[in-house]
C-alpha cells in the first residue's frame, strides 16, 4: 500500500521531498495520497490508476443505493436521484467509496445513502439490514477505473409524493448547512464550504421515461439527462438538449447501462419496474424502507442542531489530510485545527461537552488506524 522508505521517514520530520506537502525536484510538489499519507509514486498499484478518483490509495470499491417508489400524485413508477453538480456530471443515485472498516459494499452503500439523504431514509444501520442479502447490479465495465468494483443496490419506497420526499430532505438540508457552517475555520483551503457531500436536492423521474432513454442511449452512445426546472419531477433526454439540462454522474451511467444489458434477476426486476403498464400493480424492484420525513436524527448533528463529535473529528481528519485534486496541496496543521475543535466542542458542547469530547476523540482515533502517516496526525492533534 506504500513503501516504508522515504515517503514515510521524511513524512516524520515534515521536511524532504517525501513529507507532506514537501517538495521534490526544484519547487515542484510532490502528489501525496490523502488517504494514507505516502507519496502517490511509492503506492503499489500502478500510479497512473492514482488520478482524479484512484488517487486515494484505501478505496477498495464503490457502492450505492438505487431509490425507487409509486409517486403518489401520477400512480406511475418513479426513480429518486440528487443534483450535485461534479466535472463528471449533474446529478447521481446515493453511492460513494468504501471505509476500511468495511468490509461489503452493502455496507458502504447503506452508509453513503443515509449521509448523502441526511437520513431521510433512516440511517446506517437500519438500511444496512434492508440490504443484507440482495444481490447488487453489477456490470462489466461499472467501475471508476480498471480495478475498482461497483455495485449499486435497490430500495423500494411504496407509495410517496415527490414533492414531499424533496420537501422533507430540503428541510434537513437546511438544519445540516447551519450546523456546518460553524466548522467553516476547520475546512481545508479552497474548498467550498465544510461538512461532508449531500445532495443539493432531489428530484424524481418517471421510470418509464428513464428506461426508453437509456435503450435509445445505448444505440446512440448518448447519456441520459435530465431537465428539471422548477419542479420536482424531471424529463428524462437521450443526450443533453441544453445547457440547463443535467448530466448523469458514472453510476446513472452505470444503471443505464444495466437496464440494458444485464440478465441478473435485480436488473430484471427492476426493469419490469420501470416498464410497468398503466393500471397493473406496481412490482415492487427491492426491499421496503420507511421515509423518515422533516423529521428525525440527521448524522453528525446532535438533538440540538449542533455538530457532534463524530462530524468534528471527520472534518478535522479531512482537513489535516487533504492535499487536493492533484495531491500537492498542503493539509491543515493538526495544531491549529485543534485549537477551533476545542472553541466547539466547549462553546457548543454545554454539558455534553465531555461526551462530545470523547466521541470525537474515538471517531478520531478510528481514522487514524488507516496508515502510520495518518497516526502521527491524529496523535499531534489530539496533544
Known sequence: RGSRGKGERNSENGKGEGGRGGRGDGNRRRAICYRCGYPWEDHASDSKRLGP???????????????????SNLGEPHFLFGEERCKDGDYNVFWGFSELAEFEPAETAARECAEELLGLLGCREELLVAL????????????VADGVMASLF??????QSAADLATAFAERRRVWSEATGLLAPMKPAGRRGAGGDVMERLFAVPASSFLDCALMGLKDAQPVCVEVGHGVVASATCGRHSPASLRPRPPVIWLANVLGNSSSELALRLRAFASHCAGGAIVAPGPLVT?????????????????????????????????GARGTDPGRRPEELAAEAAKLVFARGGEGST???????RALASRALDAPPVARQAVAHLA
Open 53 to 71: 478518483y484512484l488517487k486515494w490509495c484505501l478505496r477498495r470499491w464503490c457502492a450505492g443505493v438505487v431509490v425507487c417508489f409509486e409517486d
Open 132 to 143: 443484507q442479502g440482495q444481490s447488487p447490479l453489477v456490470t462489466a465495465g461499472a467501475s
Open 154 to 159: 435497490v430500495i423500494w419506497l411504496g407509495r
Open 291 to 323: 421515509v423518515s420525513g422533516a423529521e428525525g436524527v440527521i448524522f453528525g448533528l446532535r438533538a440540538d442542531g449542533n455538530p457532534d463529535g463524530d462530524m468534528l473529528a471527520g472534518q478535522a481528519t479531512f482537513s489535516m489530510a487533504w492535499t
Open 355 to 361: 461526551k462530545m469530547f470523547r466521541a470525537y476523540v
